[in-house]
Every structure is written in C-alpha cells, then in structure tokens.
C-alpha cells in the first residue's frame, strides 16, 4: 500500500488537517490513477473549438474553463494540433493560480518562477496579445522548455529572463498588475503524480523552502504595482510554506489584504485564510494551495527607461515583408547579433539582466537576406502572409511536414506560411512547385 511508504511526519501533519479520515481517504487517492489535463490556447482557439480537434476530451476542469480532462490511453501530443499549438497539457490543478489571478488584456504579468511555461502560456491567452509578460526561471536549462512553450504557442508579448528574484527588483520596481509566484516547494502534493517525491522527502524539506519563499514574495511585494495582486501558489499541503507562510507576509507587508477566493465556483476546498486548496481525495487533480495577495498602497512616480535598441538587418526583414507579408510588422524592434526581435510594448531597459529571449523571435539575417524564425511563424495567423500552404484536417500531407519531408505543392515560389486546417505550423521555401521543409526539428513532439 502507498500509504505504508507516507513518511511519518507528513501523516501526522495531515491528520492534523484532515483529521484521522480524511488522512485515510487522501492516502487511499494516492492508490488511483494520476489525472490528465490539457488547456485550450485562447491565442488560437476557443474552448468550443479544441473539443471539436480532440474529441477523446472529457469533462472541463471546475477552476479553468478552458481545461480538460482526458484519459491516458489518448496521447495528445502526438497530435498534429499540438504542432499547431492549439494546446497545452498541463496537470488540472496547474491551472488554478494564473485562472484566479484575474488577468486583464493590457496588464504587465510577471511569471517569476516560469518553467516550463504552463503558466506564462495562460496568462498570455488572457492577456490576448497586448500587455507585457515576463517569463523568468532561474535555471538556464529550465529556460529552454519555457522558450519552446512560448513559440510554440504562438506567445508575441513575452520576454524570457534568467535571473534571481532580487536581480529583479531593481529594474522593475513597482512595475507589474499581475505577479505570479508558483513557489519552489517541498512537493507533497505530487507523491500520487511522482512517487519519487515521496522519498525525496523530510522533515527539514518545509521549513528550508520557507525561507526561500519569504525571499521570493518580499521582492514580489517590491515589484507589484499599488492595486495589483500577487497569486501564491505552492503544491503542497504543509502550513509553514502556506497558511503559515501568508499570515507572515500580511504582517510584514502593510496595505496587503487575502483576496477572498469563491471556493464554490472553482469546486475547491476553502482555508480560514480565504485562500484555496486542492485534494487529490476531494477534486479532480493533485495536491495544490492557491492564495490571491491584493493592495491597497498609495501610489509613487517610478521610471523605468525604455530598452535600449541596436537592430542590424532591420531592412532586410522590411523587403521581406513587403515581399510575403499582407500588411507591414509595426513596433520596437531589437537586434542582438544575426537575431532579430520584436519588442513588446511597455518593455524597460533590460541592459545587465540575463535575457534569454528580447521577445517575440522574428528571424536572423544572413548574407543580406532576412530568414524567418520557427517563432514567426507561430505568431501569424494565415490572413498576415501571401502565400499560404493549407493542408485539410488531419491529412498525410501535414503529417509528412511536421516530419521534416518535402514534397511537392501547388504554390508561388518563395516563402510560403505552412498551415493545418487554417492553423499555422511553420515555413517552406517552394521553387518550381518543390517545396523545401523548413519546419523547426528540434521542436518535434516527444
């Protein structure tokens, strides 16, 4: 049995919130299947019209109502839509914190702990294409999933960091509507999704993410513009990285209140606190806690300059706009090296914080001619290029495309905007009715 290998001092806690049956019911969860979940791309589609791609879906998620479940026997990356970037698997109880955090278009949303994206990528579906996100992970290895998510989901917005939190603070003070704060946490709510947690596990493990998590919501506190709100979320059930660890910030952080969440409407379990809470033995998905942090601080003039913009080859991606795009690209734009970005609006100085990605990943310029990106791409919708190769639902030929093949076409010669059923998947180069794959190998589904 499962609940013979629970360590001690996690089922003594747990009695202490469930009490002795409900420590018994959670510890016969663990015995069940782990739950599956995908989240329909807002930037691509509608819940409505994932369901139609992807009839094995089942139920929608209570807390997200663009999630779904599904069962395992169905794998939906190997789906030619998740090329297109129509979804995004995700763990249902995932959802909740950027579902709660009541994302506006035009808002400035940071994801301080952003790998691998499941988070960015929704709160960019709210944002619908307008507004900043800053996507930050610590881990440069973790950044390179994060950056794939991005694109992949055809995000235009977002620029990608590799910093620590306090790094932050100084080039963002005040700065964001939203803050996401997924915390890095002792993990207990993942022992039915990852058996490994559960002897991963001790007692010391809480109390040293604790301090980490003060850290990290100090310098939220320090970047949160008066009137916005940070969204706390760990996947665990211990009071010291959760109830524990809000009652502290709310006593050292004056004018932050709990915004109260409606426990009923998700279908989530309510804590005194008026935070939320997911059990694997009460709702569809693993073990998570979720708190809305909200201010009422008096405002105070800040500056944050602007990026500062060295583009090299911008002419040449203008000619190729002019000649395979519909309408010209307007914006900032940032060249670093070959590499050619569009800046998002509203975005400051990023001068001496690690950048991965300035923004939405336009291309390179080689040899006086401009070569779009896998990004580009992702970020158009078929009505944006000239020539466009549309391949019919579920066809052989999109198949063969996302494979890497060429094969032959009815197209004009150039640059052609590869689409599934209307949905783009990446770019060919035709000649003489050949077309030259162009699709982004490395971002071949596992």
């Known amino acids: 049995m499962f609940a013979d290998k629970l360590p001690v001092e996690f089922t003594a806690m747990l009695k202490g919130l469930l009490g002795e049956d409900g420590a018994s019911r959670y510890a016969e969860s ?30 929608t998620v209570p807390w997200c109502e663009e999630g779904f479940y599904y069962t395992p026997e169905y794998r939906p990356s190997k789906s030619i839509w998740r090329h297109a970037g129509l979804f995004y698997t995700q763990e249902p109880s995932a959802m909740l914190p950027a579902a709660v955090a009541d994302i506006e278009p035009g808002h400035t949303v940071l994801d301080i702990c952003a790998a691998p994206g499941g988070k960015t990528t929704q709160a960019a579906g709210y944002l619908r294409g307008s507004g900043l996100i800053v996507a930050n992970d610590v881990s440069i290895s973790r950044c390179k999933p994060l950056v794939k998510n991005i694109e992949l989901s055809g995000v235009t917005n977002a620029v990608v960091l590799c910093e620590r939190p306090e790094r932050l603070t100084r080039r963002f003070p005040h700065f964001f509507d939203r803050i996401l704060v997924d915390a890095p946490c002792s993990g207990e709510g993942m022992f039915r999704k990852d058996p490994d947690a559960v002897s ?113 080859g911008i002419e040449y991606f203008s000619a190729f706009c002019e000649e395979y795009l519909t309408h010209r690209l307007t914006g900032d734009f940032f060249g670093a090296g070959e590499s050619l970005y569009r800046i998002p609006e509203g975005t400051p100085d990023l001068n001496g914080i690690r950048t991965v990605r300035s923004g939405w990943y336009l291309g390179e310029v080689k040899n006086r001619r401009f070569k779009p990106s896998q990004a580009f791409a992702m970020g158009l919708n078929p009505d944006d290029a000239r020539n466009v190769i549309n391949f019919e639902r579920d066809s052989r030929a999109s198949e063969k495309y996302v494979k890497g093949e060429s094969f032959d076409v009815e197209s004009d010669d150039g640059w052609a905007l590869v689409c599934a059923d209307g949905y783009p998947l990446g770019w060919a180069s035709v000649k003489d009715g050949r077309m030259k794959n162009k699709y982004f190998k490395a971002w071949k589904m596992e």
């Open 30 to 59: 663990l015995e069940h299947d782990r739950i599956y979940g995908l989240r329909a791309n807002l930037l691509k589609v509608t819940p409505e019209a994932i369901v139609k791609y992807l009839p094995f879906l089942s139920h």
């Open 200 to 312: 991963g596990w001790s007692g010391h493990k809480p109390e040293a993410c604790a301090a980490a998590q003060r850290g990290i919501l100090n310098q939220a506190a320090d970047m949160l513009k008066p009137g916005g709100r940070i969204v706390y979320s760990t996947c665990t059930f211990e009071p010291r990285e959760d109830e524990d660890m809000i009652e502290w910030f709310l006593n050292t952080h004056k004018g932050f209140y709990v915004v109260p969440l409606n426990h009923k409407k998700l279908g989530i379990t309510g804590t005194a606190l008026g935070a939320g809470r997911i059990w694997p033995h009460l709702q569809e998905g693993e073990g998570h806690f979720v708190c809305v942090l909200g201010n009422d601080r008096e405002p105070r003039p800040v500056e944050n300059s602007r990026l500062v913009r060295r583009v090299y």
